[in-house]
């Protein structure tokens, strides 16, 4: 039998504006209001809102709960303080990626963890594993049938959010937090994204979704599905996990390196440290690919005849007007400005290997 969708909490929203609905790991979700391309540079320009509630919530707590995320996850979350949040990777024994996610720490023994729609269930039973076999001592909490999370993001977002919020989230650094009201519905606020803008995630009781979703439009913040995600994502190089990284994946393979800390133990560490030591076999780069064809996951990257890697994203960039991709390559092939070839249906297109990422946005 047919999968039955689950639906966010403003799902009638969604209809009311005439998005196009699509299947989107186990959800309903909009891929596009106007178009993928204007949803982009609405982002990029002014500011845009998504509805991110597919994404899972997840609280931990207890007086092991800092020892629990510390085992799961590659970063430090010892060191983190309250109100901030780190990005990290949650791996399996052999250093695969299981899901890449933030986790905010809200007090001492309290934590909020993101994590894909995708591996919600795969992290919830990864956490529980580990909470039943070493830390009995902490309580999860899957809020996220019960929430909604917005994401804000674009140049003009802070001004904005600042007008519906008392606590005046443009004081907040990158990747901190405070819990609030927006327009005077109790709200969590996260400075964090997924487009390479500046921004803010809002999660927010789902009965209260839909009002504060209308409020964002009234103060001119545009629609924009995962269509426009995808592509923002993209020029800002940042991975997607089932497309870019995988249980399969390490995140030293990634170009994850950053967000590993190998001097403590962690699920996973000793087959990083081996990997680090005997060296990779594949390594995640950008491309700048010639011509109108579309590179997609899975092309095959070729040079001097032979296949050295495969596509895992590609699309169009509105935003540089050109054709942009990430994909894994054999290590000698991953130096930028190299120039490899992308097999698109048996037609070959020039590419050249460069630095990630392809836009980074000015700041102040």
């Given at each position: ?224 599905g995962l269509g426009a995600r995808d592509v923002l994502r993209l020029e800002a190089g940042l991975a997607l996990h089932g497309n ?121």
């Amino acid at each position: 039998m047919p999968q039955t969708l689950m639906r966010t909490a403003l799902y009638q929203t969604h209809l009311g504006l005439k998005a196009r609905l699509v299947p989107f790991a186990g959800w309903e979700m909009p891929v596009q209001y106007t178009g993928i391309l204007a949803e982009s540079r609405a982002v990029r320009t002014k500011g845009g809102i998504f509805d991110v509630s597919h994404m899972g919530r997840i609280y931990i707590s207890g007086p092991e709960a800092t020892d629990l995320l510390d085992w799961i996850q590659t970063g430090n979350i010892g060191t983190l303080r309250e109100g901030r949040a780190r990005y990290s990777l949650v791996c399996n024994e052999e250093g695969g990626i299981l899901d890449d996610t933030v986790t905010y720490r809200l007090a001492e023994d309290r934590y909020l963890l993101i994590c894909n729609a995708a591996n919600r269930d795969t992290i919830v039973s990864w956490i529980g594993r580990w909470r039943n076999e070493r830390y009995p001592q902490t309580t999860i909490n899957d809020v996220t049938l019960d929430t909604v999370m917005i994401a804000v993001q674009g140049p003009a977002v802070a001004v904005i959010v600042d007008g519906l919020c008392p606590q005046q989230p443009s004081s907040l650094r990158f990747f901190a937090s405070t819990e609030g009201a927006v327009a005077e519905r109790k709200a969590f606020i996260g400075r964090t994204g997924y487009t390479g803008e500046d921004g803010f995630e809002l999660v927010l009781d789902a009965a209260d979704g839909p009002q504060i979703w209308q409020t964002l439009m009234d103060h001119e913040m545009a629609p924009c599905g995962l269509g426009a995600r995808d592509v923002l994502r993209l020029e800002a190089g940042l991975a997607l996990h089932g497309n870019d990284m995988d249980s399969t994946t390490s995140p030293l393979e990634a170009g994850l390196d950053r967000f590993v800390r190998l001097e403590k133990e962690f699920a996973g560490a000793d087959a990083l440290r081996h990997q680090q030591e005997t060296g990779l076999k594949r390594k995640l780069v950008g491309l700048f690919v010639e011509g109108r064809s579309i590179p997609r996951h899975d092309h095959p990257l070729r040079a001097q005849g032979q296949v050295v890697g495969r596509v895992t994203s590609g699309g169009y960039s509105p935003t540089l007007d050109r054709n942009i991709a990430m994909g894994y390559v054999q290590p000698q092939w991953a130096d930028p400005g190299q120039s490899l070839q992308v097999d698109i249906r048996g037609r070959l297109t020039e590419a050249l290997v460069t630095t990630l990422p392809f836009y980074t946005r000015k700041r102040d």
